[in-house]
């Protein structure tokens, strides 16, 4: 047997110190830095979300893409070129790893293509949320040969007025989506397949939130793998359009309270990026007003302690975030602080 040199071994030890592991040291300085309010991180970011593409052929009236279509920015799918250079430069992703942001992914001309390079690349849990709206059988059977681990299809509604008027659309009715779905879940049970673990997620709207355990015994019933309960979401409450007034009743002061009692730890955590590129801190930025940079031009790495970002950070840190985006947002992720935290063991300072 041929022996390794120690350096070579140390170093090959440490490669083969599991994501796992990277990624708990990596956490225990997130952590660290959020709670004492840093700016410039020595942890990485997670990346969330990889939007495939905003083009979408249906008008959801809770979606900013959708009905009224408030989104300004261009429309695209993105290329082999970005997206190889997420998946190659990366090794954070969250679990699962969204494939889809705004639009329809199955709309993507090389969805298939860019999901086996993902997966050939390492990335552990992928997955796409789809309206199901194309979920022909050649699609379905598509997805059951590719390596997609999670897959969720949403359906707002227990009956077709209630999804039509959610989910508008002048080509695709319930009832069709509906067989669309059954007929996915039950040619993956034919093949006995347990991937794409499959969820049906309605949101809790005021108009579904009396559907929701009707909801649950259809699709279980079905084959679903699981079932989301998808809280409402306001968009950050950045827009002049009231978001706020579908939410359930007792939701709609707290969304619309422009205050928020802790630091957004996304800025801290995680990074969302649009298809052609640009890194924004979180996935209420429909329309890319707060870029961070875009990884046509930087990595991932250099973007996330960017001027941008640390600017954003500092202003989040010390109550001043009064960006577009952030001013009004009542939804952000966080937590009490400490910050006399002491830092982790070899923390790099
Ligand atoms: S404060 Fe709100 S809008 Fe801003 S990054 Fe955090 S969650 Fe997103």
């Known amino acids: 047997m041929r022996v390794l040199p120690s350096a070579t071994a140390n170093r090959l030890s440490n490669m083969l110190l599991s994501a796992a592991e990277r990624a708990a040291e990596n956490l225990r300085r997130r952590t660290y830095e959020y709670e004492t309010g840093r700016t410039t991180l020595r942890s990485?970011?997670?990346?969330?979300?990889?939007e495939s593409t905003n083009f979408c052929n249906i008008r959801c009236v809770m979606c900013p893409r959708g009905e009224p279509d408030l989104m300004e920015r261009p429309l695209g799918h993105m290329d082999d070129a970005v997206f190889r250079k997420i998946v190659d430069g990366w090794e954070f992703f969250t679990e699962p790893c969204w494939f889809h942001w705004f639009g329809e992914p199955l709309m993507h001309p090389r969805l298939f293509e860019q999901i086996a390079y993902a997966k050939a690349a390492g990335v552990r849990n992928l997955g796409i949320s789809s309206n199901a709206t194309l979920l022909t059988e050649a699609r379905s059977s598509q997805l059951l040969d590719s390596e997609l681990d999670t897959l969720m299809l949403c359906i707002d509604g227990t009956n077709a007025a209630t999804y039509e008027h959610i989910r508008r659309s002048a080509a695709f009715t319930y009832d069709e989506v509906c067989a669309n779905v059954r007929r996915f879940l039950s040619l993956r049970g034919r093949a006995g397949r347990p991937k794409p673990h499959t969820i049906l997620q309605i949101i809790v709207m005021e108009e579904t939130r009396d559907q929701v355990a009707e909801f649950e015994a259809i699709w279980r019933a079905?084959?679903?793998?699981?079932?989301?309960?998808?809280?409402?979401t306001a968009w950050g409450n950045q827009s002049e359009h009231d978001f706020t007034a579908l939410a359930p009743l007792e939701q709609r002061s707290r969304l619309a309270a422009a205050t928020r009692a802790h630091a957004c730890y996304n800025m801290w955590s995680s990074v969302v990026i649009a298809w052609d590129g640009t890194v924004v801190p979180c996935c209420y930025d429909y329309d890319t007003v707060m870029p961070m940079g875009n990884v046509r031009e930087q990595s991932l790495a250099e973007i996330w302690n960017g001027e941008a970002y640390r600017a954003l950070r500092e202003a989040e840190r010390s109550g001043n975030n009064m960006s577009p985006l952030c001013r009004n947002c009542t939804e952000a992720p966080g937590y009490v602080t400490d910050p006399s935290a002491a830092p982790p063991p070899g923390y790099p300072d």
């Open 44 to 50: 990485l970011p997670d990346v969330f979300a990889i």
């Open 222 to 232: 079905a084959g679903a793998d699981e079932i989301l309960f998808k809280q409402y």
